[in-house]
């Protein structure tokens, strides 16, 4: 069984960098054909797909916040990272981890981890 668990800080002040770790276990991060992705929901909205990190390490991110994400790995610890810069009160979410095999469509994300929620504040 395949599990995800996203960790990191609760609370972010605005212009700072947002960071959430992905842990994962029961699969390696480095298994062909998958995706894995973060995605957040912030509250009373729906779900926004922010971007990937593929089994060969390449990365896409959703264009509209492309300039200020970044997702990177740890083959060692199985973990993929997001980093999202100059955070403002709009990125309060709850912030979650997924695997599929490159669709980006939310039913077609076989795998979440349970969600954090990020709140941006001072």
């Known amino acids: 069984q395949v599990q995800l668990q996203e960790s990191g800080p609760g609370l972010v002040k605005p212009s700072q960098t947002l960071s959430l770790i992905c842990t994962v276990s029961g699969d390696s991060i480095t298994t062909n054909y998958y995706y894995w992705s973060w995605i957040r929901q912030p509250p009373g909205k729906g779900l926004e797909w922010i971007g990937y990190?593929?089994?060969?390490?390449?990365?896409y991110y959703s264009p509209s916040l492309k300039s200020r994400t970044s997702i990177s790995r740890d083959t060692s610890k199985n973990q993929f990272t997001l980093q999202l810069t100059s955070v403002t009160p709009e990125d309060t979410a709850v912030y979650y981890c997924?695997?599929?095999?490159?669709?980006?469509?939310?039913?077609?994300?076989?795998?979440w981890g349970q969600g954090t929620l990020v709140t941006v504040s001072e």
């Open positions: 990190i593929a089994y060969s390490g390449s990365t």
């Open positions: 997924a695997r599929d095999r490159g669709s980006r469509i939310v039913s077609q994300f076989e795998y």
